[in-house]
């Protein structure tokens, strides 16, 4: 049986601005050398090829809407779009180096725009983080939660502390007694 989630939190989103501009800094190069390779091909047909896969898989993601792990706005469900389509494009013409990274690093951005939520359980803390991250209520020394601050202090010296989003009507003293709790049933 799956240990229920009882609290959760979402850590507050630091400026994603370098994070976009860079992913948007690269399509741009993906785009220029998509022009390149039309302004270079010399038959309707290799321009037909160039574009399709890139059309296609554009009008498809617009019309598939993936709910569960789809970034929070607008702007960076295009660039994750375009990414994916680049690399689609790349892939079936057969520019494998060029396809493979744009996956990589179409991935690589998508988990790295998308909200870290913590969970807790009554045996165990789960950080939603690429590779997800597990904590045992046994390694941790005090777990608090204070002025929209959580603060995790381990029994090797590391700490974890991080502002968090707290829910609408969220109580921090039933958090923290839940988490004292804790500590007092591993004793």
């Not at 890139?54 to 993601?61: H, W």
């Amino acid at each position: 049986m799956k240990d229920p989630i009882l609290f959760s939190l979402s850590i507050q989103a630091e400026s994603k601005r370098l994070i976009k501009g860079l992913q948007l800094l690269l399509l741009a190069v993906n785009a220029l050398f998509l022009i390149y390779l039309l302004l270079a091909a010399n038959q309707f047909s290799k321009i037909v090829q160039l574009v399709a896969p890139f059309l296609m898989l554009m009008f498809f993601s617009f019309i598939w809407k993936r709910k569960e792990q789809a970034p929070l706005d607008e702007l960076s469900r295009l660039l994750m779009i375009l990414g994916l389509s680049f690399a689609v494009n790349w892939l079936a013409n057969y520019y494998w180096l060029p396809g493979i990274g744009m996956i990589g690093l179409t991935f690589l951005f998508v988990q790295a725009i998308r909200p870290i939520t913590i969970l807790f359980s009554s045996t165990t803390i789960k950080f939603n983080t690429f590779p997800a991250r597990t904590y045992s209520w046994k390694e941790l020394e005090q777990v608090i939660l204070r002025d929209a601050i959580l603060t995790l202090n381990f029994y090797n010296n590391r700490f974890i502390q991080h502002a968090v989003n707290l829910p609408v009507h969220f109580n921090t003293a039933e958090f923290n007694q839940f988490c004292f709790s804790r500590f007092e049933q591993n004793k």
